[in-house]
């Protein structure tokens, strides 16, 4: 693993236009991915995440808009052409979606998903290499040749999670985002997915993106988690650092939200994520944080860098020379609906 970003996002926003208005989906979110190097991206359902997994690859859906930076070989992805867009994807990026059985062809043969793939990105491969790298990948997924000439119904959930991802890395792209690759999987099948992830980055220094709502996974495979909520990231760090001692109030309540064996007592985040068409003044968390203040519901958080390693958006972590005289005090629930009203 190096230190050098294959990929460097900066100030990214991406907007879906709606009948009620902009949906701030990402808003002004900065992330560097390095070769070899895994970083989760966890948060709760509408916060963003799969967006921005997205924006970065630019696969952004008609009516969509994006601004801000996404540099990719001293290059600028936001604001590509769709041709210069399709040269990349593959061989440079790739992406594993979330449902397999929606993105692969029922009428389409696995080995006619793999010529299909291998042709359109490198044109000159004959029928007999195409055959030799396809199977070859799909070695690596545990899926035998014996396999290769059946339609997508004749597999499992997880074969055919392993078959997305075989086409994904078929090319060797330098940067892969997994978007929630470990879905509704039994946790068998669930630790080989991620043991295949890993040789990834080991065998060919892939850079990935791990897109996920579960915390485990983050812990176990892991080097950096960024933590989103409401189109912005709101903490982030060595997974480690993060989980032993988390600097957001979301990302401490996430974390007491998940059950492990010392579980003795339920607990969640009350209330849900806002609405991004109309996202509240302030820290978004406010109006759910057990730790607000009065700055939180006036004032936008600034980053603030705990190490060289850590950032967090969170007035409780100042800085203290940009708090508003009397900006401190705890909000009661009641004092934030009339902040947020004001």
Known sequence: MTNEPVVSVRELRVYYGTKRGPVQAVDGVSLDIAAGEVVGLVGESGCGKSTLGRGILGLLPEGASSDGEVIYGGRNIVGMTPKELRRLRGPDLGLIFQEPMTRLNPLMRIEEHFKETLEQHEPSLGDKEIRRRSLETLGRMGIPPTRFS?????FSGGMRQRIMIALAVVLQPKLLIADEPTTSLDVIVEAQILSILADLRRNFGTALLLITHNLGIVAESCDRVAVMYAGKIVEEGPARDVFIDPAHPYTRELLRSTISLETSELHSIPGAPPSLLDPPRGCRFHPRCPSAMWVCATTDPIEKRIDADRRVQCWLHGPED???EGGTAELER?????????
């Open 150 to 154: 059946q339609y997508p119904h004749e």
């Open 322 to 324: 940009r708090i508003p």
């Open 334 to 342: 009641e004092e934030i609906a009339v902040a947020e009203e004001a």
